[in-house]
């Protein structure tokens, strides 16, 4: 098991929002992080949008993709741009939870037992291989990832704010691996699908990462930190303040039960899910300057916030579908509200 905990952060605050002292619109926080970001990892453009709805719809992501495409490295680079404090666990089968959320420890000079935090006591936590690890350990995040807290000796420890967990997943690999329940996949609000890059932008990634130290951190990469925590918070309370229409709401359970009813599929989306993807549509909006959804939103952001909440039938993975291929068909088939 290997664990790892780091404060990213600026020598002084952070820019200021602007000259007038009000806050910055949600677009320019964007556009002042993925431009660190990029300083770090090339490409991934799409994959850090929906990291940063995520992030302001204070939820988690599940990164699923092949080794070496940057998964990690992107989650480091976004703490450091957010000026947040940043911890990895590399998931094994023998990591304990205790190894996750920590352990009480006897001082024998004081005589009494102390709470050592575990890596969760942070602000971004990446969870490396997630699936390596047996149910008993990845349960051990449920509650973090739900509540904001994990409860020790009948004790609750609160989070820090913001928290975000970020859990990568191979999805070549099976040997050795755990299938996340139902239940810890659905407490994670988007799947991002992290592919192997373009030509053109490989190309890139070979001509900037060559002349690299192998193990350059983002802050030696020139990422450095212009927002602070604070301000997360309250980006996330802006974004959740953006308006939905009530025919939206309709077209989103139009969209679940499309599911729940589909032969193609033997799982269908949890009102939970529902609520997911609007939390989401609503900062993908916040984040295009907009203080209300429109379908778009929601279409765009339909397959990462459901995918991994559906079961494939096993008919149609034989026949070559797939959950991507059955979602698509299903949205195409909602009507969409004018």
Same mark, same amino acid.
């Given at each position: 098991?290997?664990?790892?905990?780091?404060?990213?952060?600026?020598?002084?605050? /952070?820019?200021? &929002?602007? @000259? %007038?002292?009000? $806050?910055?619109?949600?677009?320019?926080?964007?556009?002042?992080?993925? !431009? +660190?970001?990029?300083?770090?990892?090339?490409?991934?453009?799409?994959?850090?949008?929906?990291?940063?709805?995520?992030?302001?719809?204070?939820?988690?992501?599940?990164?699923?993709?092949?080794?070496?495409?940057?998964?990690?490295?992107?989650?480091?680079?976004?703490?450091?741009?957010?000026?947040?404090?940043?911890?990895?666990?590399?998931?094994?089968?023998?990591?304990?939870?205790?190894?996750?959320?920590?352990?009480?420890?006897?001082?024998?000079?004081?005589?009494?037992?102390?709470?050592?935090?575990?890596?969760?006591?942070?602000?971004?936590?990446?969870?490396?291989?997630?699936?390596?690890?047996?149910?008993?350990?990845?349960?051990?995040?449920?509650?973090?990832?739900?509540?904001?807290?994990?409860?020790?000796?009948?004790?609750?420890?609160?989070?820090?704010? /913001?928290?975000? &967990?970020? @859990? %990568?997943?191979? $999805?070549?690999?099976?040997?050795?691996?755990?299938?996340?329940?139902? !239940? +810890?996949?659905?407490?994670?609000?988007?799947?991002?699908?992290?592919?192997?890059?373009?030509?053109?932008?490989?190309?890139?990634?070979?001509?900037?990462?060559?002349?690299?130290?192998?193990?350059?951190?983002?802050?030696?990469?020139?990422?450095?930190?212009?927002?602070?925590?604070?301000?997360?918070?309250?980006?996330?309370?802006?974004?959740?303040?953006?308006?939905?229409?009530?025919?939206?709401?309709?077209?989103?359970?139009?969209?679940?039960?499309?599911?729940?009813?589909?032969?193609?599929?033997?799982?269908?989306?949890?009102?939970?899910?529902?609520?997911?993807?609007?939390?989401?549509?609503?900062?993908?909006?916040?984040?295009?300057?907009?203080?209300?959804?429109?379908?778009?939103?929601?279409?765009?952001?339909?397959?990462?916030?459901?995918?991994?909440?559906?079961?494939?039938?096993? @008919?149609?993975?034989?026949?070559?579908?797939?959950?991507?291929?059955?979602?698509?068909?299903?949205?195409?088939?909602?009507?969409?509200?004018?």
């Amino acid at each position: 098991m290997s664990e790892t905990m780091e404060s990213h952060g600026s020598p002084g605050p /952070p820019e200021p &929002a602007s @000259a %007038t002292g009000e $806050p910055q619109p949600i677009p320019a926080f964007a556009q002042r992080v993925a !431009a +660190q970001v990029a300083r770090a990892v090339v490409g991934l453009e799409d994959e850090l949008e929906l990291c940063l709805a995520a992030l302001l719809a204070g939820g988690h992501v599940l990164l699923e993709g092949p080794p070496g495409v940057a998964k990690t490295l992107l989650v480091r680079a976004l703490a450091a741009a957010i000026g947040g404090q940043y911890a990895r666990v590399q998931f094994t089968p023998d990591l304990m939870p205790a190894d996750i959320i920590g352990t009480s420890v006897f001082h024998p000079g004081e005589g009494s037992f102390r709470f050592q935090p575990g890596p969760v006591f942070a602000q971004l936590l990446l969870c490396d291989e997630i699936n390596r690890a047996p149910a008993k350990t990845q349960s051990a995040l449920l509650e973090a990832l739900q509540e904001r807290a994990v409860t020790v000796d009948g004790r609750r420890h609160e989070l820090p704010r /913001p928290f975000a &967990a970020f @859990a %990568t997943l191979n $999805p070549i690999e099976h040997e050795g691996t755990y299938p996340l329940p139902e !239940a +810890q996949l659905d407490r994670f609000l988007l799947k991002v699908i992290v592919r192997y890059p373009s030509p053109e932008v490989e190309e890139r990634i070979l001509a900037e990462a060559h002349p690299r130290a192998p193990d350059a951190t983002p802050g030696e990469l020139g990422v450095t930190a212009v927002s602070s925590p604070e301000e997360v918070l309250d980006l996330c309370r802006r974004a959740a303040a953006v308006r939905v229409r009530e025919d939206l709401c309709g077209y989103v359970v139009r969209i679940l039960q499309a599911t729940r009813r589909s032969a193609s599929l033997v799982l269908g989306a949890s009102p939970r899910a529902g609520v997911a993807l609007l939390r989401t549509a609503k900062a993908r909006a916040a984040l295009q300057g907009r203080d209300y959804v429109t379908p778009d939103d929601i279409k765009a952001l339909a397959a990462p916030a459901l995918r991994h909440r559906v079961l494939l039938d096993p @008919a149609e993975e034989i026949e070559g579908g797939s959950v991507e291929s059955v979602l698509a068909r299903l949205l195409d088939s909602v009507e969409v509200p004018r």
